[in-house]
Nanobody, 124 residues
Framework: QVQLVESGGGLVQAGDSLRLSCAASGRTFSSYAMGWFRQAPGKEREFVAG????????TYADFVKGRFTISRDNAKNMVYLQMNSLKPEDTAVYYCAADRATYPEYSTSSYDYWGQGTQVTVSS
């Protein structure tokens, strides 16, 4: 069982940066690939970024490449999403999720555990 708690969301202006954090409980954090997803009002939840168990492999949705960076600290049971050059279209609730696979997957159905989400609002 893994419990995930996101933090770091907020209201920012276009062009600003935010760093989201996700704290995981349990002693098997390094056994999970981790992903960040987001869901805007009226839209489906979508993949943003993922990182492998070891942290050696990362993958990103095209719409965040070059702007967002995912990282993890297995010693601290933490995963992060550094978001730079934020745009109004990045406004959404951001979720972290844990996947028993070695490498991150793109589908929400592949993930076993989810956090409650943190709101990110980017004003123009």
């Amino acid at each position: 069982q893994v419990q995930l708690v996101e933090s770091g969301g907020g209201l920012v202006q276009a062009g600003d940066s935010l760093r989201l954090s996700c704290a995981a409980s349990g002693r098997t954090f390094s056994s999970y690939a981790m992903g960040w997803f987001r869901q805007a009002p009226g839209k489906e939840r979508e993949f943003v970024a993922g990182i492998s168990r070891s942290g050696g492999t990362t993958t990103y949705a095209d719409f965040v490449k070059g702007r967002f960076t995912i990282s993890r600290d297995n010693a601290k049971n933490m995963v992060y999403l550094q978001m730079n050059s934020l745009k109004p279209e990045d406004t959404a609730v951001y979720y972290c999720a844990a996947d028993r696979a070695t490498y991150p997957e793109y589908s929400t159905s592949s993930y076993d555990y989810w956090g409650q989400g943190t709101q990110v609002t980017v004003s123009s």
